[in-house]
């Protein structure tokens, strides 16, 4: 069993793009996934036309046990669940902060769903706050989607000196190229520079229209279109990332 | 469902809020109507069609639904799943049923693994073959998100003419209000009261001529203790015979060694129930029978015989250093002529008059309910004659396993083998009659006893064997050499092994033997449990 949390500071980077298509990949190939949507603007959940139910808010989340449970929702895909976002998920570090074991909960909470779901992926919001380190403590992976940009790179760099900072292995990071254009020389230039300080998984994904369609159609791009570049790509990066998963 | 097994496969995986439904659908009841009628009230989509055709498969005596295992073979190859969930186990592609009869041919994928310990040496009987149409609807929320499904399926039995149809609700979790509301739609439709998920293999089974669970190899029967003597062992003959009856054609079309064994072991009880109650039929019904069954006993031993050496042909090569493996090949490839020598005989004698005879007089002797008046012995309430002769045998077995000593003959271990075999038969037969506990208590200690007998034994037979065979091999050939050095070596691993078992004899039998189990025989007994004990010091003092 693992836990992947597809995390990067900078927002728009593809990280919901991501965690739903490789959960869907995961469930496909037989898996049983959940994808909790950690993210407040609950993007994950709004892909599959999922709300969360009215009692459900992140105190009941960092309650754990019968309250996920209760709120864990079936999607369209067979093996594949979700864990609804909800709003009040933006003060989850003040919700956090007042309880024991703070740096843990998370890792705690996910410990009990182990026994149920092959994967487990996080769908976690752009900040580095103790909701992060929850997360990176609860994480078998870190899985990096980055554009190649001189930004992302130092977010990156920010991302390692934390991990040093709060303890947690640089080991358990794994970098991929996302919304890579592949006219850009500035693109290419970047991962080429990249690459000589981390290495990165070989399966990147492209600026694709495709992908940004998944918001008309509210499903995964491999369940929308199976045979596009787009779905191709995810299909490449999940079999590499489940590669690793089996090392690990 | 009691009787079924815990299933064998990993259970970590559990399902939750899976809910189903499954109703099947009257023949009055037309399906369109149906369907436009749950789509007035719910919003539906049609989310797939599809055809199949699927043949079931599972051993005579169901070692597949004992353990909540589907196993079926259609265009995509081998599926195994849990019958109660259906959730799927493991696939297995490219291999056609033509080419898969016994677990072995399955090659090594994760189907062979989760079924080799199951199945063991039994073949895999196709049960039935459907052909199902299908028709699945998702049923849709005001977000267009799928919060169920519903699944119509129209099954054909091939060969019967008979079908059925089904309709069936798949609940998706968290979603349960929208699965309560679409179930009572349904029910309130004149649909009839939803069944379990195994009502279309069963429907189908039935088909096939069989019913889940209708044979198994244990023997167990349900006798009242105010029975008669005579009509107990009449009543445990019967089902005795019917045994050999199911047995016989998978006997006759070779199926798989146990047709064989448990037919041959229905022989052996019958012998020993006329031989050890022999005073329950008349004197005239029971000699007759007697040689009737000593008959039928000889018949089918020279293929049982080979069939337990060629069962070991594995074990035996693996006693061996791989160099000298090769050299068992002509003695393994004799044993398979002769073994078809045998079994050729042994379906001849099955087809002759002398059999039928035998058969269908006991059937008629059996079943006619003129068994004669029952006197003496054979009116008395079998409780009472079940708790002397257990009780009887219990004290020979201690008494003739303490007279062994290390150096007693194998034939000493023999007898005490035979007898046993004569005990276990007899809390076989009348376990019924017993607390449920004491009797499989009494059952279980007896075979750890009983295994290491019967290994002792086999180990002598296999070695008398090998030494016959090798008296018979021709030297200058250097194939024949070959063989010579692994028959060797294999009597060397036999003899090494057969003093293991030896030595661990005494250790079995004092467990046996001790205090609380001759307790436990005391109380089947019906006796004090103190007197019972002191009862046997004496007769062993």
Known sequence: ?248 | MSELMPTTVPDDMAVKGGKKVLWIVPESLAIEPLVADIGRTFTLESESKGKSVATWYDTFDWRLYRRNLHLYADLSGWHLMRSDTGDPVAWLQGISPEEVEFVRHFPASRIRSVLEPILAVRRLLPLFTEETTMHAYRILNSDNKTVARLLFEEHHYQGSGSGLRTVSLHGVRGYDSAFRRMSRFIDGRGMGNPVDGLAVFREGARTGGRIPLDYSSRFRIDLRPEMSVRQAMIAIYRELLETMHRNEPGVLDDLDTEHLHDFRVAIRRTRSGLGQMKDALPAAITGRFRRGFAWLGEITGPTRDLDVYLLHEKRHADRLPERLQVGLLPFFAELRDRRTIEQNRLVKQIASDRYRKIISAWHEYLHSGMSGSETGYSARPIIDAAREIIYRRFGKVIREGKAVGPLSPPEKLHRLRIRCKKLRYLLEFYASLFAREDSDQAIRQLKRLQDNLGDFNDLTVQQAMLRQYLDTLRPGSRKNQETAASLGGLLTGLYHEQQRVRQEFDERFREFARPANAGLYGKLAGKQKRSAGSGLREENG
């Open chain 1, 1 to 248: 069993m693992s836990v992947i949390a597809v995390y990067n500071i900078k927002g728009g980077v593809g990280k919901t793009a991501t965690a739903v298509n490789l959960s869907y990949l995961a469930a496909a190939d037989g898996e049983k996934t959940l994808l909790c949507d950690m993210d407040p603007q609950g993007s994950s959940s709004y892909y599959f036309r999922i709300r969360s139910d009215k009692k459900f808010n992140a105190e009941k989340l960092l309650k754990g046990g019968k309250h996920i449970d209760r709120s864990i929702r079936g999607t369209d895909f067979p093996n594949l669940d979700l864990l609804p976002a909800d709003f009040s998920y933006r003060n989850m570090d003040i919700a956090l902060d007042d309880m024991k074991k703070s740096r843990q909960r998370i890792r705690r909470i996910i410990k009990p769903l182990r026994s149920e779901y092959k994967r487990v992926f996080l769908d976690c919001p752009p900040n580095i706050t103790l909701l992060s380190e929850n997360i990176f403590h609860a994480a078998d992976c870190i899985l990096v989607p980055l554009i190649p940009t001189t930004l992302s790179l130092l977010a990156l760099r920010q991302l390692y000196g934390f991990l040093d900072e709060i303890g947690e292995k640089r080991s358990k990071v794994l970098v991929f190229f996302s919304m890579v254009e592949k006219r850009k020389k500035m693109h290419w230039d970047m991962m080429r520079e990249l690459i000589k300080e981390k290495e990165c998984l070989p399966a990147l994904i492209p600026f694709l229209a495709d992908i940004e369609k998944m918001g008309l159609f509210r499903r995964p791009v491999n369940a929308m279109l199976p045979n596009s570049v787009a779905a191709g790509a995810y299909a490449d990066l999940w079999r590499e990332l489940k590669k690793r998963l089996e090392r690990q």
